[in-house]
C-alpha cells in the first residue's frame, strides 16, 4: 500500500475509536504487532504481539476505565509505511476520574496491517490517574 492508501486505512480506524469501537484495530493489527508505550510509567514498555497488545494492555485499561473507550485521531500524516496520528482520548477511570490524555500515534504499516506503534502522551497524566490503579492481575511492568 502507498501512504495515501496507509492514512486512509487508519483514518478509518481512528473513526471507529472515536465511536469506542477497537475492533477494526484489532482487526488490522499484524500477528507480531508492537505497540511501544514511552515514558518510564508502570505502562510504559513494549508489549510484543497482536495477543499481548489486547490482553495485557488493553485488558489492564478495559479494567480501570469504563467503556467504551475512545480515542479521537484529528491530524494524520503519512509518508511511505508510516502514519501519524496526533488524537485525544476521552475516557473516565470507573472510580469517575477524567482520563482525557494527548497522544502521538507513529504508525508503521506493512501489506495493510498495522505492525508497530509507538505511543507518546502525557506520562504525568498517566501516573496520576491510572499509575496507581494498575490491575494487579495485570502483567503490566513496573
Known amino acids: ?8 486505512l487508519v483514518q478509518e480506524i481512528f ?15 499484524a ?12 505502562w510504559s514498555r513494549t508489549y510484543a504481539g497482536k495477543e499481548v497488545v489486547v490482553r ?3 485488558g489492564a485499561l478495559g479494567e480501570l476505565l469504563t467503556a467504551p473507550i475512545t480515542t479521537i485521531g484529528h491530524r494524520f500524516i503519512a509518508d511511505g509505511d508510516y502514519v501519524v496520528v496526533e488524537a485525544h482520548g476521552k475516557n473516565t477511570t470507573k472510580d ?3 482520563y482525557n490524555n494527548s497522544y502521538c500515534f507513529v504508525i508503521r504499516m506493512a501489506d495493510g496491517k498495522l505492525q508497530e506503534l509507538t505511543e507518546y502522551l502525557d506520562t504525568q497524566m498517566v501516573t496520576t490517574v ?3 490503579r ?8 513496573s
Not at 500500500?1 to 486512509?8: D, L, P, Q, S
Not at 500477528?31 to 508502570?42: A, L, P, Q, R, Y
Request: net charge negative.
Open 130 to 132: 491510572l499509575g496507581e
Open 31 to 42: 500477528n507480531d504487532f508492537s505497540w511501544t508505550v514511552t515514558g518510564t510509567t508502570k
Open 1 to 8: 500500500m502507498n501512504a495515501a492508501e496507509n492514512k486512509e
Open 56 to 58: 495485557e494492555l488493553f
Open 15 to 29: 473513526a471507529e475509536l472515536a465511536k469506542g469501537n477497537a475492533r477494526p484495530f484489532v482487526g488490522h493489527m
Open 134 to 141: 494498575v490491575n494487579p492481575g495485570a502483567t503490566l511492568s
Open 96 to 98: 469517575r476520574v477524567p
